[in-house]
């Protein structure tokens, strides 16, 4: 994550010359910059850069819905991707007022909504579905090289999903969220009762299996989705759950490689309040904090992360974004508001927001 | 429910409605509870009861099969097994409380099963004559996939199952076959049980409160049954119909469709329609909706009427439907109307009851 004054070093007096007098004095004020994909007035799709006061600074068309925003600090660029089933990603060159490149997923994949840069800055990784065999893939995308497909790992099961880098940048973890779709029958689940998902870590460098966790075996419906990773490099995971309406199963997770997973407790009553669906997780700026949210229940969630104790709990509908805003978080709802503390402006530029907030 | 399929959420726009019905002026109006109540009395409880029934004659047909085999006794179990699948279509959507718990809906139909897993499943079974899957206990204990449905319809109309019919035959074939219908003749028995117990998955729907762990508010309770209604028309769409129709002519692949086997695909589609037709009358949800938006109840009969009379028009079986222009049109004009129907369901009834549909929860990320 980068404060304003290093995003304004890597986006560069390109970016900044292109802003309109108010969106540079918005980001001349603010703290923090985000990215987010969105839906405009029009219907239409696009990916936002926002600031921290959620004053739109840059707004750029998608060919359709996105999903997730992923940023590399080295060289400025990001890289929104599409919501699942989609085979488009576009990657925006910041450092030169926004040029676009659209990246495609090979045939017979595509891409699931979420990926991240090598820590260098070089490789694209990007989780995928192989979907005539129904397996999981990290596709390897070359930076250098106006993202060039380079090859693939294996995600080490069904339907990956959200992908980061954990500390130490030579593993990537994987939620497989272990639900089967392909994209001849649209959206829909077609292995729920086999489901069997996991938390992998995957060498990036020979692919090998460093490590991977299950559920209990009664919480196979469990779908592992969400990801962030804290400053003391716990994975913290968020789920949806494909059980019966009135199961009550943790939604949230802790996994400290090495260590067993730790299932938060639903005794909270976080499992209904989030009506069995986590939209997002993410660690503040000092990590002392995980925000999880819940669009289905109109929630947004801050547990402790060393006692994994609910802080609070906060009313917000359709609520689905959430990225550190220092010490807290911003939000970003379905129905187009930017929270930032409490505090909630919608824009006229933006009728809503997609899934995943993302502070550059 | 939020099973296999994607889930709407419902948010309330009227907060204090029903409470204040009779100082509203839409006193007239049955409360949301009466029609869930409806949809129980009057669709599920039936749909259940039938498709019970069916399955204990499904049973006893097998069962005289194998103890008598003979050209006429087979005849006899193909034609039951087409009115069970018959009486399945009627209750398939209804995946909330009994029909998920245990993987109910899986073990009696495990479909779409896209990389032919239970297929594949079904014939080691047969080829090792596995003795575990003879005895309805041990069956049940083995993969969702080999114990319903998918299992009885390979063993009834699969290769090799002409030589069911005489004494010659595959004893093993028949008596698998059997076990099958024997274990969705238990499975029908319990869901028809769940469903009429007062204090069971009915009281769960009609009594929501904060200590109901499905459904804290009547709202989420009749956002259930638009439920079935809305993700009925859109598997209907996404799985049954589109896949087997490609594209084009050229990449309509008949053999996705829904019990092909026994050549009952257009029957159970049919019986789809008819389905969510019947629970939206029975269950009497237009009256739930104020006097100016009423129109919603007569653009949706339109639309199933238009459905029915396109199911009359079909004459050619779905492999042949799928490639001849004037039938494929009309299997094309059924998708449009599981869309229409659709929005219908999830964006006019749904909003004009106050049952808000989100942007983007609507089916997950």
Excluded at chain 1, 17 to 30: D, F, I, K, V, Y
Excluded at chain 1, 51 to 66: F, K, S, Y
Excluded at chain 2, 329 to 342: A, D, F, H, N, P
Aim: glycine share 10%; net charge negative; hydrophobic share 40%.
């Amino acid at each position: 994550m980068l404060d304003r004054r290093s995003f304004m070093t890597a986006a560069g007096s390109g970016f900044l010359s292109a802003l309109l007098p108010r969106a540079a004095e918005a980001l001349e004020r603010s703290d923090y910059v985000f990215a987010a994909p969105c839906r405009k007035p029009d219907g239409s799709y696009a990916v936002a850069v926002a600031a921290g006061n959620g004053d739109i600074l840059h707004i750029a068309g998608l060919p359709d819905r996105g999903h997730d925003v992923t940023f590399d600090p080295v060289s400025g660029k990001a890289v929104v991707f599409a919501r699942r089933p989609g085979t488009f990603a576009v990657a925006f060159d910041l450092t030169s007022s926004g040029v676009q490149l659209t990246i495609t997923s090979p045939p017979g994949h595509h891409f699931y909504g979420h990926g991240v840069f090598s820590a260098d800055g070089r490789l694209l990784y990007s989780a995928e579905n192989a979907f005539e065999t129904a397996q999981g893939v990290i596709g390897i995308y070359d930076c250098t090289d106006g993202f060039r497909r380079k090859g693939a790992l294996e995600s080490h099961g069904i339907g990956p999903h959200e992908i980061l880098l954990m500390p130490g940048s030579k593993t990537i973890v994987v939620a497989n969220g272990g639900i089967e779709t392909h994209p001849d029958f649209g959206r829909q689940k077609l292995n729920i009762a086999l489901m069997k998902p996991s938390l992998a870590y995957i060498d990036v460098a020979t692919g090998d299996l460093v490590d991977q966790i299950y559920l209990p075996v009664a919480l196979h419906k469990l779908s592992i989705r969400h990801l962030c990773v804290d400053g003391a490099g716990a994975v913290w995971f968020g789920c949806q759950y494909e059980g019966a309406t009135g199961d009550e199963v943790p939604m949230l997770g802790r996994h400290r490689p090495g260590r067993e997973v730790e299932l938060i407790a639903a005794d909270e009553g976080l499992c209904r309040s989030m009506k069995h669906y986590v939209g997002s997780v993410a660690a503040n700026s000092d990590s002392s904090l995980i925000a999880a949210t819940s669009p289905r229940g109109g929630v947004a969630v801050m547990l402790d992360a060393e006692t994994g104790r609910v802080v609070s709990s906060r009313t917000l509908p359709d609520v689905c974004g959430a990225a550190a805003d220092g010490t807290g978080f911003a939000h970003t709802t379905h129905d187009g508001l930017f929270d930032v503390h409490g505090r909630a402006v919608s824009s006229g530029t933006i009728a809503a927001w997609d899934d995943h907030l993302l502070r550059i | 429910m939020k099973t296999s399929r994607p889930a709407l959420i419902f948010a309330l726009l009227l907060a204090a409605w029903p409470l204040s019905g009779a100082t509203t002026g839409w006193g007239a109006e049955p409360g949301r509870l009466e029609i869930v109540r409806r949809a129980i009395e009057f669709h599920i409880r039936p749909g259940f009861e039938r498709f019970s029934n069916e399955a204990e004659l499904a049973q006893a047909d097998m069962d005289a099969l194998c103890a008598a085999p003979s050209p006429a006794a087979l005849e006899n179990a193909r034609r039951r097994f087409a009115s069970l699948v018959s009486a399945w279509a009627r209750i398939e959507f209804l995946r909330f409380g009994p029909l998920v718990d245990d993987n109910r809906a899986d073990r009696i139909h495990f479909w779409p099963d896209r990389r032919g897993i239970g297929l594949r499943q079904v014939q080691r079974i047969l080829a090792k004559q596995d003795v575990s899957a003879i005895g309805v206990q041990t069956l049940y204990g083995k993969s969702v996939a080999v114990q319903g449905l998918t299992a009885l319809e390979f063993v009834l109309f699969g290769t090799g199952a002409d030589s069911l019919d005489a004494d010659t035959g595959d004893p093993f074939r028949c008596r698998y076959g059997a076990t099958v219908a024997a274990n969705l003749a238990r499975i029908s028995e319990d869901l028809e049980t769940a469903w009429n117990d007062e204090a069971g998955y009915s009281a769960t729907l009609l009594k929501p409160g904060e200590d109901n762990q499905a459904y804290r508010t009547e709202d989420e309770a009749l956002g259930e049954i638009v439920n079935v209604m809305v993700h009925g028309f859109e598997t209907l769409r996404d799985i049954k119909l589109q896949p087997v129709l490609g594209e084009t002519v050229k990449k309509a692949a008949p053999r996705r469709a829904i019990f092909r086997r026994s050549g009952q695909t257009l029957a159970v589609l049919e019986g789809n329609f008819q389905s969510l037709q019947h629970l939206f009358e029975v269950s009497g949800i237009i009256d739930a909706v104020p006097e100016k938006q009423k129109w919603i109840g007569g653009s949706m009969l339109l639309e199933f009427e238009n459905a029915q009379r396109t199911f009359d028009g079909i004459r050619l079986p779905i492999e042949q439907a799928v490639k001849d222009v004037e039938q494929r049109g009309k299997l094309t004009y059924l998708v449009i109307l599981t869309r229409s129907l659709q929005r219908l369901a999830a964006e006019q009834l749904a909003v004009a009851m106050g049952l808000a549909v989100g942007f983007s929860s609507l089916d997950g990320d």
